[in-house]
């Protein structure tokens, strides 16, 4: 079946640096890959829908400054947390649909822990 | 209101119970329908998809209401293994909107 893999699967980092996760899609083309934030004991909640090429689009109150998305080929999208707070410990998905518009996959996730 | 709501649990059962989970949704323009489950600190992986008719997988049925935006999810026969989050997901026009989840622990 379809993979999404994510690298890292988990990093640790001081409070003011950046992180940076990546997401692929290891045997389909996704033309649309979506992000997604989940803190302990809660849901998965969008933050972001890339489309191959174009801007992201974000959720109401997601900060698209500190949330960088770039989604610059059909198997690959990257999320940059800018300056990451220890607020923004999290663990984060992505998912990536494939060019039939059909079935999402997601990838294993990155836990990310902000000291 | 919540886009997907669920009951939270947990549900504790013995093995071999019979459970059941229901969700309701507020988007009535909702298209797609799927229950997924996740295991802690996993990614959600999809159990099945929900249609108006009713289907079923194995122990596993599950049925969507469109007049009452319901929809539900029963497990027969549990397992140890059924022990997990199980997430009711609703699909738009474009992304997937996830609820809450309930959670699960089967027992011996």
């Known amino acids: 079946g379809a993979v999404v893999s994510q690298h890292p699967s988990w990093v640790i980092c001081k409070s003011g640096t950046s992180v940076k996760i990546e997401c692929r899609s290891l045997?389909?083309?996704?033309?649309?890959m979506f992000w997604y934030r989940q803190f302990p004991k809660q849901s998965l909640m969008l933050m972001a829908t890339?489309?191959?090429?174009?801007?992201?689009?974000?959720e109401q109150g997601v900060e698209k400054d500190k949330f960088l998305i770039n989604h610059a080929s059909l198997t690959l999208s990257t999320l940059t947390v800018t300056s990451a707070h220890p607020e923004d410990s999290s663990f984060y998905i992505c998912?990536?649909?494939?060019?039939?518009?059909?079935?999402?996959?997601f990838g294993p996730g990155t836990r990310l822990l902000v000291l | 209101r919540k886009e997907v709501e669920q009951d939270p649990g947990p549900f504790n059962v013995p093995e071999g119970a019979t459970v059941a989970f229901n969700c309701t949704y507020s988007?009535?323009?909702?298209?797609?329908f799927f229950w997924y489950r996740q295991d802690c600190r996993k990614e959600p992986k999809l159990l099945m998809s929900?249609?108006?008719s009713g289907n079923e997988d194995g122990r596993f049925t599950a049925q969507l209401n469109r007049a009452s935006q319901y929809i539900s999810l029963l497990i027969r026969d549990s397992k140890l293994s059924d022990s997990a989050t199980y997430l009711c997901?609703?699909?738009?026009?474009?992304?997937?909107?996830f609820g809450a989840g309930t959670r699960l622990t089967v027992k011996p």
């Open positions: 998912s990536a649909r494939d060019l039939g518009g059909g079935t999402q996959y």
């Open positions: 045997d389909f083309q996704a033309t649309t």
């Open positions: 890339s489309n191959e090429g174009s801007k992201a689009t974000y």
């Open positions: 988007n009535s323009a909702s298209q797609s």
């Open positions: 929900v249609y108006s």
């Open positions: 997901v609703v699909k738009g026009n474009n992304d997937m909107r």
